[in-house]
């Protein structure tokens, strides 16, 4: 292939992942009301562009409970922030959880990390950096050695990567995985036209000046994938949920998020569809499926009693 055809190439595949995280909500704009005014998916009136924590995140005064005796820590995935949590964060404060969120991965480079409101473009590695720091906060604040984690897409790999190279195991007690791309994502079959996923040879940093580092190291096969994956899915003495769904386009096979079990971890694979059968939510609202928020609540809780598929009762 030639030089150009490849730039060609690469651009178009770039051009696919945008038009993918686009059709899937990713970016989706917040609901306008009759009034023109935005709003978020619950309706009420404000921004989203991940300036003011959801309701319910960020109470650093959050006394815990015996009931519920961790804080709970919600990391958003790629062009992201944290208001894509506006409807499980203020469900689980109203639970009794101590509720935490974070933006992470600002990085302008890229065409889209210069937009507004759009975070997690940047290195993961170094996003995980970020999130370590954060999380020692939550931990200091509240008094805690261990804490739990619910985590959206690329989220789930900043949280393994601060799990396994960060010291972040012994700290970390539970992570629910909502569509992580843990194996990385062929975006349809977009992979095959890169180099090697690095984000640093021609090819690759021709898209990630497009679409940001971080979308680029969650391709199949990159770099950054192989090597986190290379001493296993798991870390030590972690409860792991993984919660794929059927109808998701952009982490795809859906079921690559899914982990295997090491030492002394625990894993369940869930699929959203056999709790809720006509589940449609896409990759990035996922965090808003009533299925998953069940899923989600049950993981931290087993004995937390809601309603899987609300459609269906």
Known sequence: MTTTLRRLAVLTMAGGIVAGLCASSALAAPATGSSGSSSDSTGKPGKRDGSVPPDGSD???CHLTVAHPKPVVLVHGTWGNQNDWDILSPQLKADGYCVFSLNYGRDTAS?????????????IGNSAHELAAFLDRVRAATGVDRLDIVAHSQG?????????????????????SIAGTNHGTTMGGLSNLLNDGSATGSADGLAARVVGVAAIQQLAGSEFVRTLNAGGDTDPGIDYTVIASHADKVSTPPEATFLTAGPGAH????????????????????????TVDYLVRRALDPSYAGVACPAAS
């Open 59 to 61: 109470d650093w005064a």
């Open 111 to 123: 065409a889209m990390g210069a937009k507004p409101g759009i975070y997690a473009t940047g290195d």
């Open 156 to 176: 789930a790999l900043a949280v393994r990567q601060y799990l396994r190279f960060l010291g972040g195991a012994p700290r970390v007690d539970r992570l629910v």
């Open 267 to 290: 894993v369940d694979n869930l699929w959203v569809q056999d709790y809720c059968a006509t589940d449609a939510f896409d990759h990035g609202t996922l965090p808003q499926s009533p």
